[in-house]
């Protein structure tokens, strides 16, 4: 009996492990944008501009938009075991809701610290929370059924990139809600975003639903491993192959550059607003044969990591405010007036603030570390004290 609660403990761990790294990694993209000296003027994927590191640093945080919304969907699903449908329906309603709300009023005002929101963002929390509402009324259907609708959305939705606007001043919302990036002014200092377009996120939390399934006490752990190396090679494999023939996929094909490594990095470049199909293989892939490595894995790192993975909203918005509260010091700290700091793109940065990557690694190492004591401060208080509010913090 012991053995066997072990191993299902373990078996679950290695979603929590995964998620951890995933927000740790995520982190390092928003110190960046925050405390680069080049981010609010150069695209770090850019070939013609990039450096290996600098394009690296950006490269390594698409891992974690994907596979969060990939396993919200499986704890979903895992979280339906101890529920009714009607239950789990009204459960992710509630969610979804709760955060397209907390997209707007909290995460708006953490980024921008703007009590006037004049900057409105839709972002990955509110894609997150539509999808969750989406996917409240498509549970009942059958697992089959939910695949099948996962994967024409993921493999499908790059067919609506010759729909695309080329003048962003153009784009209807409509259409930025759903499928193209677009942000816009729409009054005189007022600003409008839509980051995350819609589609094809749900696809996205209805694959990792599915994924659930091999991941209950039943299931076969030998074969949930056959499962996941096929599908994560297969992916991989998917990646590649139509990344070379460079017709489909993505919004933007790949090109010989300058030099190979500038070439490698062009092929690399893909589409994340919104993921493009090969974006999604080039990240879930390796996430499926993760999960293989991270269920055989017994460390004292696994242990913390973990924590940053079970409280995954409370860490994500105390990480925020973190960083710019340390953006607003270090600002002031190297003598920046605060007209200076009003003139900046969002309210919190001018264009020729910042510091080098050394110094926004160091900077990012030092807020994952700063945060966790917190964050196991919660994990331990959520574990013990099952309040209603706790399953949507």
Known sequence: MTNNLTAEKWRISSIDILRGLVMIIMALDHVRDFFHISAMVEDPANPATTTPVLFFTRWITHYCAPIFVFLSGTSAFLSGQKKTKKELSSFLLKRGLF???????????????????????????????????????????????????????VAGHNMLDGFNYNNMNEIPFWHAFFHQQMFTSYAEGRFFAVLYPLIPWPGVMLLGYCMGAWYVKEFDAAKRKRLLLGWGL??????????????????????????????IISFFNVTKYPPSLLYLCMTLGPALLLLIWLEKVKAGWTNVVSVYGRVPMFYYLLHFFTIHVLCIVAFFAVGRPLSDMAAGNFAFRPNDFGFTL?????????????????CKRYDTFKQHNKRWWTGYL
Not at 109 to 133: H, T
Request: without cysteine; glycine residues 4%; hydrophobic residues 65%.
């Open 99 to 153: 955060l397209m709300v907390l997209e707007i009023v909290v995460v708006n005002f953490i980024i921008v610290f703007d009590p006037l929101y004049r900057f409105i963002f839709f972002q990955v929390i509110w894609v997150i929370g539509l999808s969750m509402v989406l996917l409240s009324f498509l549970i009942y259907l059958p697992l089959r059924v939910l695949f099948i609708i996962g994967i024409v959305m």
């Open 234 to 263: 297969t992916t991989i494999a998917a990646f590649f192959i139509l990344r070379w023939v460079n017709v489909y996929g993505d919004l933007v094909p790949w090109s010989t550059q300058k030099d190979n490594t500038m070439t």
């Open 358 to 374: 050394p110094i926004v690694y160091l900077i990012w190492i030092a807020v994952v570390a700063g945060l966790y004591p917190l």
